[in-house]
Nanobody, 120 residues
Framework: QVQLVESGGGLVQPGGSLRLSCAAS????????MGWYRQAPGKERELVAA???????NYAGSVRGRFTISRDNAKNTVYLQMNSLKPEDTAVYYC??????????????WGQGTLVTVSS
């Protein structure tokens, strides 16, 4: 009943930029938190950035100062602006949302993942 649709991943050179987008749709009453996680080969999935509806955000130390998360509450959409990309940023990036449905149930929903490759 609730889906996340991601876009913006791809191949970029070191030092370049990408902008990821993720839109939640379905039987949504309120989207509490939206964020981005990533998983590189051989590593655990880790939080990249998250943002609550009021605008408070949290970042992994490895991306702080380079990445910026934002959201459009009216569109249930979250963005991740990724600047000064490094090869170690290469990973599958997953959108995540914590949602209250129209029936007032709580859901945590994941996107399908989008691959970001930083390489020369």
């Amino acid at each position: 009943q609730v889906q996340l649709v991601e876009s913006g991943g791809g191949l970029v050179q070191p030092g370049g930029s990408l902008r990821l987008s993720c839109a939640a749709s379905g039987d949504i009453f309120f989207t509490v938190t939206m964020g981005w996680y990533r998983q590189a080969p051989g590593k655990e999935r880790e939080l990249v950035a998250a943002i609550i509806s009021g605008g408070t955000s949290n970042y992994a130390g490895s991306v702080r100062g380079r990445f910026t998360i934002s959201r459009d509450n009216a569109k249930n959409t979250v963005y991740l602006q990724m600047n000064s990309l490094k090869p170690e940023d290469t990973a599958v990036y997953y959108c995540n949302a914590k949602i209250v449905t129209v029936t007032h149930t709580n859901l945590e929903v994941w996107g399908q993942g989008t691959l970001v490759t930083v390489s020369s």
